[in-house]
């Protein structure tokens, strides 16, 4: 009757989710509840961002620490139901395995000479340096997508602040030619244990995009053009051939017109 299937998914270091499934045994009706702990909580809270759908159980927590923190405290946590009808479940779980950080917003496109720079925003809720990056694109065939990882770099300055360099350059690219860009994040190893990528970004496009409209005509001019081409040909052909290869008279035609012609002058000599 217990709950089985329990994950949990640290986002971007603001709040926990938590999903699980009911126990095989356990009835339609069963109502679990989440309690959460953690070194400095207190006592135990209980999770009230509850839901389900679809057979599958949720509830969401607040989870956040001081940025400038190196170390996370496991988090204990315990699902049972209010009438101890079923068997509790408890897990524990090191929140570095679970960060997912969030979607890389402000995703922007510029050209520079044959180069296209990409550009995008980091979390807030991170350390300095702690993510790295994926940059997928493509010219057409998504099939055929590059992907390339960018290491962000950050310039220390006075008073303990950094400036950050969220950006990558694609050199050599074909200025006719219409790229499609989207990234996503993920927490670097030195910081977190977690292998959670970040969901992909929006799709930003920039470059020529090819014209459907001269395609289209191009795709019914050439047939057109070739079969005109092939009538004007065959008839000239035709023509020539009547020049080269003039028809031959039939002999029977000759002989019919000169014995023709010989009985009417024998009729005029009478």
Not at 90 to 107: D, H, I
Request: hydrophobic share 35%.
């Amino acid at each position: 009757t217990a709950a089985v299937n329990l994950k949990c998914i640290w986002h971007n270091l603001e709040y926990m989710e938590c999903k699980w499934l009911a126990g095989k045994n356990a009835r339609s009706d069963t109502n679990y509840t989440l309690f959460y702990w953690y070194e400095g909580l207190g006592n135990p809270e209980k999770c009230s961002n509850y839901s389900m759908h679809e057979g599958i159980f949720e509830c969401i927590f607040n989870f956040t620490f001081p940025k400038v923190t190196n170390t996370y405290p496991t988090v204990s946590i315990l699902i049972k139901d209010a009438s101890k009808e079923i068997r509790p479940l408890c897990a524990s779980k090191n929140p570095t395995t679970l960060v997912k950080p969030a979607t890389p917003k402000a995703v922007a496109l510029s050209k520079v000479n044959d180069e296209i720079r990409l550009e995008w925003s980091q979390p807030h809720t991170f350390p300095a340096s702690c993510l790295y990056y994926e940059v997928e694109y493509h010219s057409g065939d998504k099939d055929t997508a590059q992907t390339i990882k960018v290491t962000i770099l950050y310039l220390r300055l006075p008073v303990w602040s950094y400036v950050e360099y969220n950006h990558t350059s694609i050199p050599s690219v074909d200025p006719k030619t219409k790229y499609t860009f989207k990234v996503r994040a993920k927490p670097k190893p030195e910081c977190y244990s977690s292998e959670l990528f970040s969901d992909w970004s929006e799709e930003k496009s920039i470059g020529a995009k090819p014209d459907s409209t001269f395609y289209f005509v191009l795709i019914i001019t050439v047939p057109l053009i070739i079969a005109i081409s092939t009538i004007i040909l065959l008839f000239y052909l035709k023509r020539l051939k009547i020049l080269i290869l003039p028809p031959i008279p039939d002999p029977r035609e000759i002989l019919k017109r000169m014995f023709g012609e010989q009985n009417e002058d024998s009729q005029v000599s009478t």
